[in-house]
């Protein structure tokens, strides 16, 4: 209370709370996906050797391929602060419809599903951008017209390609480190997401809108464009996952393999780091959700579970693992 | 019978001792986060009856201490003895029991209930009590509220929603609420009234002061404010923080704002005449507003805001002056007039063009328009406009980490981590991010500015105002909505009046000279 006090204090600063835990927090954000996958790994590897010495890895990357894309598209929209519950829809019946163009339109079929799928995300976009409509309830109602358009387009069979399987088929079939090209695909797209979320300024103007619209708004973010956006890629990245489908399977139904991709592409975007609530998201760590998603259930028939408790220990492994890596503020509430 | 003697006999022995001792004394209180000393061994006392008043900087540690003193926090030493025991709060629910009363920075009432709900939520249940095996005694209930009340000097209806109060009459139930308790244990209780004036209008300023009077009989007040003139008026002594630190505890009227304002800031207030000139004829306005309309907001409103000038624009809070300034700058639609920006007429203003146009707006409320907390300062700064920090689509880190350095230095924001989450910054520092987002246009042509100096301790306001005559000298427009009147008269050119949604007087200071009092007949 002396003069002399006065005059020394006020040069300092007022610094503001260090925060040492929420370091750790970010730390934990950029590497927890990688350590999960890798402990799991280590897991298997010790309770079945023969799993890696057996090609099991190269297993698990081929089966994530779909997921991984899937994954990385709702991650966007997650991004954004929506969700987009209609992205496999739009992979399948993107699948089907490949089937269905490859023998008239050969090299321009997938080119053109890339083309359709996106339009299908960027509609979605407009009328979450523009009408307002929850994003919630407008995937939900698309879901159900992208499944109704899968069963009307196939027949409500199985669609075998009739000719010029080769061009996507080679995808699959050739590799890279005995990994099929379709992983390799989902990797660079992550890896060119990620570059778009860390070094552009559409990146800064999606992470602002899921962080808070309002400033995004009076900050003269364009937010409708980037919702469109948003919901653009994830429809773009449903389309090539439809033609990883067609590259693994040769065919497509709606009932078969990418019939049930929804929730473990959102769970893998969650194990990735990314937020529920919007604002946060990390492509390259999507990665390693996607591959974590992929790994449990082969693993768990390689460590030998029986068949019926397999889907139970998806459950837990996803509910635990979603607790530990989900990216969440300390205080903040979680829908 | 001889259940209530007992009470009788403690209510005299509460009373009697407080008399001698102090309602609160704090012995070498601190709290640390991390490496940081946010509270360092602060002392003091509080006698029955007098009026505190605590002012320092935003991050001086006042909310720090404040929340020692609601039980939100613990502190990590000292001794807080309250009436002359010693206290270790677990929570806000102790503090109350104990008799300290906070009312919120920002308001913290249950609008969809009644007045009577929001004061007896704190208190407990059971046999006397309000509710019993939770049920309300409504008759109860909204009898104690109204004692509560009246111990004020409030006549409001307990039975009124909150929704449908005026900002004054709910801080007066905020009030009731933080005595509510301590009134039923018979304790005097100390009401902390955390910066209560900072978006009141004058008019309802002085209601409050009057309220705080009457506190001043039945218990005592530790009053935080910016507003130095006021927390002499009202206070009889005066403490500072800087640094955490407790550096001076002066009589009211042994000081004076100056010497406060040295105290907390660490330097002389830096004396501004502003000089005045009138508007050139055949000068062309920067935004140009006509016969401009909002359905139940404001009317036929018709102003110029020039190059290197102020214009202020006064009005009580159904003026509808906010909604004019919103309307503008596009975030608000219009139902009839025009907005010429520039030479540019529009009937429909839209953010994205008048930010193309050059034009910036300060939003009032920072945290939910104007800010994202969970972002560094440096990408809040340049999001919209990166100016060097982008190169087409692509950004470049390092020059945003240099262009955000450089603001950082200019205006004095701290501490100087650019990179720090703009959350983890006090509020001043924040609204000084929030400007220099704007300040950072290269052809910034017009400046909308929405009470910029809310809740801003005196320093950080200071820094703001010589930003704003900085950009004016420049040659850009100011449109902005003053807190006070006193702070149009300090920085204005021009000053607009608005009344009801319509304007009710224009001044050119350059050689219009109206007084305090004029303004204010003009607004009511």
Known sequence: MSATVTEASPETGAAPRARRAVIGRHAWQAIGPIVIFIAMLVVVAILTPAFIGGGGLAIIAASSAPILLLALGQSMVLNV?????????????????????????????????????????????????????????????????????????????????SNNGQIVSTLYQSGIANVPITFWIAVVFAVLLWILMRYTRIGRGLTAIGKNESAAIFSAVRTRALKVLAFALSGFAAGIAGIVIIAQAGSASPTGLGSDLLLPAIAAALIGGTSISGGVVNPLTVIFGALTVALVPIASSAIGIPTQAQSLVYGVVIIAIVALTMSRNKSSIVK | MTAGASIDTTE???????????????????????????????????????????????????????????????????????????????????????????????????????????????????R????????????????????????????????????????????????????????????????????????????????????ISKLRDIGSVIFVSHRLDEVLRICDRVLVMSNGRLIADRPSRETNEAELFRLMVGRETHAAVRNRTSVQPGTVPVIAVKNLSRQGEFSDVTFDAFPGRVVAVLGTSGSGRESLVRTIFGAEAPSAGIVTIAGDESHRPSIGHSVKKGIGYLPAERKTEGMFGEMPA????????????????????????????????????????PERMLGDFSGGNQQKVVLAKWLNSPELSALLLDHPLRGLDPGAAETVNEQVRAICDAGTAVVLIPDTIEEALEIADDIVVMRDGRISGTYDLGHDDPTTLDLLERML
């Open chain 2, 12 to 126: 005299n022995e509460v009373t009697a001792m407080t008399d001698q001792t102090p309602v609160l004394r704090l012995a070498s209180i601190s709290k640390t986060f991390g490496t940081n000393k946010a509270v360092d061994s602060v002392s003091f006392e509080i006698r029955p009856g007098e009026v505190i008043g605590l002012i320092g900087e935003n991050g001086a540690g006042k909310s720090t201490l404040l929340k020692m003193l609601s039980g939100n926090y613990r502190p990590d030493q000292g001794v807080i003895e309250v009436n002359g025991k010693p206290q270790q709060f677990r929570g806000p629910a102790d503090a109350l029991r104990a008799g300290i009363g906070v009312v919120h920075q920002e308001q913290s009432l249950f609008t969809n209930l009644t007045v009577a709900e929001n004061i007896e939520v704190n208190t407990p249940a059971g």
């Open chain 2, 128 to 211: 006397g009590g309000v509710s019993r095996l939770g049920l309300y005694n409504w008759r109860r209930l909204n009898a104690d509220a109204a004692r509560a009340l009246d111990l004020i000097g409030s006549h409001l209806n307990p039975n009124t929603h909150v929704s449908d109060l005026s900002f004054i009459d709910r801080q007066m139930v905020e009030i009731a609420r933080a005595i509510r308790v301590s009134a039923s244990s018979h304790t005097p209780p100390l009401v902390i009234l955390d910066e209560p004036t900072s978006i009141l209008e004058r008019t309802e300023t002085a209601i409050l002061e009057r309220e």
């Open chain 2, 378 to 417: 440096d990408e809040n700064l340049t999001l919209t406009h990166p100016a060097g920090a982008a190169v087409g689509p692509f950004e470049l880190p390092r020059r945003r980490r240099a262009i955000a350095t450089e603001w950082f230095e200019r205006l004095d924001i701290r501490p100087r981590t």
């Open chain 1, 81 to 161: 602060g929506s969700i987009d519950l209609s992205n496999a829809a739009i992979a399948l019946l993107g699948a089907i419809l490949l089937a269905l163009a490859l023998g008239p339109l050969a090299a321009g079929a997938p080119i053109v599903i890339l083309l359709v799928t996106t339009l299908f995300g960027a509609v979605n976009g407009l009328l979450v951008a523009y009408f307002q409509v929850p994003s919630f309830a407008l995937t939900l109602g698309t879901l159900g017209i992208f499944q109704a358009a899968s069963l009307v387009t196939s027949g409500r069979t199985t669609v075998y390609v």
